[in-house]
């Protein structure tokens, strides 16, 4: 018994380092922060799906962007579902195509 349980911790604890690593490479590219305002301003996607997913590198503890392009807009994303009324977002439709417009030019 003790040997299946020292086993499973190890199998554990090698997965949880693992998926660390994978997290850890998986740094977001400019493209896809353009490609997700693209797909909020075609309906594919919601802005609160786009915050959730910018919120996951901004709110990081240990979040390491380089590029400096990247986490401005990460940013910028992580506010894209904010409202200034019940019924209105803070940021327009044509806000988000001025937030890709200088790389789409």
Do not use: F
């Amino acid at each position: 018994m003790y040997l299946i349980s020292t086993v499973l911790c190890i199998l554990l604890i090698n997965h949880l380092i693992l998926e660390y690593v994978v997290i850890k490479l998986s740094e977001p590219k400019l493209i896809e922060c353009i490609n997700k305002i693209k797909s909020v301003l075609n309906g594919q996607t919601t802005r609160e799906e786009v915050s959730g997913w910018a919120g996951t590198y901004v709110y990081a503890d240990d979040s390491e962007v380089e590029d400096d392009r990247v986490w401005d807009m990460l940013i910028l994303l992580s506010g894209i579902d904010l409202k200034d009324s019940p019924e209105a977002y803070l940021h327009s439709t044509d806000d988000l195509n001025d937030w890709i417009k200088p790389y789409t030019e």
